[in-house]
């Protein structure tokens, strides 16, 4: 009999928090799915501790540029198809289908993240934080993607930054400030000059 209703008022509890789950899946999809573009200022740590700065512009479907403080020879960028890794100081360019980096759950806008996504459990009531992953594909890496519950950002959420581990196991923290969504964008600022041919632009 104490069984029975251990085993009672444990699904009692375990309904709404399911529930509560999916729900808040679901607002992070439908924020998904009105996200437009974005702009914001960014500060971007690895698992050495180093911090860099810079500003983000988003532009969906597939488009984004992470530009660094002036002093950082680096660029990352996705014109749509591919992510980019500019670094100036070689002469290197590395590139990869958006779809095979975690950031495919933003950059997507055919993704359903209630398919592959699961909500991370928090103690402030005012923060969603949800983690993706493929799971056919680990190669992948995962993604963390933290919400604050704000009436300025689409279906009332605002993205605060995310935690990306690679397929290493490498681990980089991104947080934002200054988030504007909705305001034009222009499709020229994903375009990159390419350090392998004078004068090559992308």
Same mark, same amino acid.
């Given at each position: 009999?104490?069984?029975?209703?251990?085993?009672?008022?444990?699904?009692?509890?375990?309904?709404?928090?399911?529930?509560?789950?999916? +729900?808040?899946?679901?607002?992070?999809?439908?924020?998904?799915?009105?996200? @437009? =573009?974005?702009?914001?200022?960014?500060?971007? @740590?690895?698992?050495?501790?180093? @911090?860099?700065?810079?500003?983000?512009?988003? *532009?969906?479907? +597939?488009?984004?540029?992470?530009?660094?403080? *002036?002093?950082?020879?680096?660029?990352?960028?996705?014109? +749509?198809?591919?992510?980019?890794?500019?670094?100036?100081?070689?002469?290197?360019?590395?590139?990869?289908?958006? *779809?095979?980096?975690?950031?495919?759950?933003?950059?997507?806008?055919?993704?359903?993240?209630?398919?592959?996504?699961?909500? =991370?459990?928090?103690?402030?009531?005012?923060?969603?934080?949800?983690?993706?992953?493929?799971?056919?594909?680990?190669?992948?890496?995962?993604?963390?993607?933290?919400?604050?519950?704000?009436?300025?950002?689409?279906? +009332?959420?605002?993205?605060?930054?995310?935690?990306?581990?690679?397929?290493?196991?490498?681990?980089?923290?991104?947080?934002?400030?200054?988030?504007?969504?909705?305001?034009?964008?222009?499709?020229? @600022?994903?375009?990159?000059?390419?350090?392998?041919?004078?004068?090559?632009?992308?």
């Amino acid at each position: 009999m104490i069984c029975t209703v251990l085993s009672i008022a444990a699904v009692a509890v375990a309904a709404p928090v399911a529930a509560q789950s999916q +729900g808040d899946l679901q607002l992070v999809q439908r924020h998904l799915q009105g996200l @437009t =573009t974005m702009t914001a200022t960014f500060s971007q @740590t690895d698992r050495a501790g180093k @911090t860099l700065t810079g500003t983000l512009s988003l *532009k969906r479907p +597939g488009k984004v540029r992470f530009q660094y403080e *002036k002093s950082v020879p680096i660029l990352i960028v996705a014109d +749509g198809g591919a992510l980019t890794f500019i670094d100036y100081s070689v002469r290197q360019v590395q590139r990869w289908p958006i *779809k095979e980096s975690p950031l495919g759950v933003l950059l997507d806008p055919t993704r359903d993240i209630t398919k592959f996504a699961t909500l =991370t459990p928090g103690v402030d009531p005012r923060l969603v934080s949800i983690e993706a992953r493929d799971p056919r594909h680990p190669e992948y890496g995962r993604i963390t993607l933290v919400f604050a519950r704000n009436g300025s950002g689409p279906a +009332g959420l605002t993205l605060q930054g995310w935690v990306m581990l690679d397929s290493q196991n490498n681990r980089t923290t991104i947080r934002f400030s200054d988030q504007r969504y909705g305001g034009p964008i222009s499709d020229d @600022t994903f375009r990159w000059n390419d350090p392998r041919r004078p004068g090559g632009r992308r």
